[in-house]
């Protein structure tokens, strides 16, 4: 995390660096946080590798990780401290089923495949 310290301070000029992670399965069942349940707490496991996750205000995303355990994210990185004892945890931006994503990527392709060929054709 230090040499993502370095890029610090973030602001207009300055974006927050914002990172996607493919094929991440749930690890644990989610839970709600908050005055009103309102944040997403839960943690993904990618080769091996355990990442705890907060979304805040992402209440809406509740069916969608009830119902599947395969994911991509998008996320941000930030410390967090609880107890004295200071974790790297990932800042949920978004999150999609990943097979909605694949066949989103499917439906892209095959619908520019489409208009390339009628493109050609009205060409010729």
Do not use: R
């Amino acid at each position: 995390m230090q040499w993502l310290e370095k890029l610090e301070p973030y602001g207009q000029g300055n974006k927050e660096p914002v990172f996607f992670m493919k094929k991440v399965f749930k690890y644990q069942v989610e839970t709600f946080v908050g005055k009103n349940f309102n944040h997403l707490k839960c943690v993904f496991e990618k080769n091996g590798l355990i990442f705890e996750a907060i979304g805040y205000n992402m209440k809406e995303y509740k069916s969608l990780m009830a119902e599947n355990d395969k994911f991509d994210i998008l996320f941000s990185l930030v410390h967090n401290t609880w107890k004295n004892t200071k974790v790297i945890q990932l800042n949920l931006k978004d999150i999609k089923n990943l097979i909605n994503t694949k066949v989103y990527i499917c439906n892209t392709l095959s619908n520019l495949l489409y208009i390339l060929y009628f493109k050609k054709q009205k060409s010729k």
